[in-house]
């Protein structure tokens, strides 16, 4: 059975840009009431569709976090794609160790979200944590992205039991072509074409169809403790 979003409220962290971007213009589409959260709001300002209440907060800000949850409560829905700070990459004994633990951040910011969100949840509430493909499968220089991807997926499968009938789920991307991997469409596909030449559809993917993603595992009632990979058969790549 697939429970319609229309009508119902969400709170996207990590709203502004990118995969949570796509995700709030995906939500307001289908009628869905959304509060988008980012450290930096002002930055993407002009990106931002029309109806959509923007907050600034940082989710390792757990005072900050509790105020915002108890002042939008009760709503229905919680995506989090705020990746939390910087992230180290590159070979692991070669790493900044304070690097790698920073990398953790996103973690933090997911849990910190989960934890304080829990009690102004609906009871059919839905909950979607977006990870990365290193989790199950890192090359060379992503030790840290696996270890949190990791991190995330072993979260959510032990918290799904816990939150019933409330649901939650990871959604797994790829390689997609956000701001992280330049400032022009034509910077992003540069950047990534090598590391996507090999994948079974050997292109980046589109926020968009990684927000795809998220709204199947939010509307989907029969989905939870899961990780839905949309990566362009990297796993089997």
């Known amino acids: 059975m697939n429970m319609t979003v229309t009508g119902k409220k969400a709170i996207v962290t990590g709203g502004t840009s990118g995969i949570g971007l796509a995700t709030v213009r995906q939500l307001l589409g289908k009628g869905c009431e959304v509060v988008t959260v980012s450290?930096?709001?002002?930055?993407?300002?002009?990106a931002m569709p029309d109806g959509v209440m923007i907050e600034k907060c940082d989710v390792r800000d757990r005072e900050g976090l509790a105020a915002l949850f108890a002042k939008h409560a009760p709503f229905d829905l919680l995506v989090c794609a705020a990746t939390g700070g910087e992230r180290a990459l590159g070979p692991f004994l070669e790493m900044d160790l304070d690097g790698?633990?920073?990398?953790?951040?996103?973690?933090?910011?997911?849990?910190?979200?989960?934890?304080?969100?829990?009690?102004?949840?609906?009871?059919?509430?839905?909950?979607?944590?977006?990870?990365?493909?290193?989790?199950?499968?890192?090359?060379?220089?992503?030790?840290?992205?696996?270890?949190?991807?990791?991190?995330?997926?072993?979260?959510?499968?032990?918290?799904a039991p816990e939150i019933v009938p409330k649901r939650i789920n990871v959604v797994s991307p790829g390689f997609t072509s956000t701001a992280m991997f330049g400032e022009s469409e034509e910077d992003r596909?540069?950047?990534?074409?090598?590391?996507?030449?090999?994948?079974?559809?050997?292109?980046?993917?589109?926020?968009?169809?990684?927000?795809?993603?998220?709204?199947?595992?939010?509307?989907n009632e029969f989905v939870t403790g899961t990780t839905v990979d949309v990566d362009g058969g990297w796993l089997l790549s």
């Not at 709001?41 to 002009?46: A, F, I, K, T």
């Not at 944590?129 to 032990?158: I, N, W, Y």
Request: positive net charge.
């Open 39 to 46: 450290r930096n709001p002002e930055r993407h300002q002009d």
């Open 189 to 219: 596909q540069s950047a990534l074409a090598a590391p996507t030449s090999g994948n079974l559809i050997p292109r980046p993917g589109r926020p968009e169809e990684v927000a795809s993603g998220i709204l199947f595992v939010l509307e």
């Open 100 to 159: 790698y633990q920073a990398s953790f951040d996103k973690l933090w910011g997911y849990t910190n979200c989960v934890r304080l969100a829990g009690q102004h949840l609906s009871e059919s509430a839905a909950i979607v944590l977006v990870s990365g493909t290193p989790a199950r499968r890192a090359k060379p220089g992503q030790a840290s992205l696996a270890s949190v991807g990791g991190a995330v997926e072993a979260f959510c499968r032990c918290i």
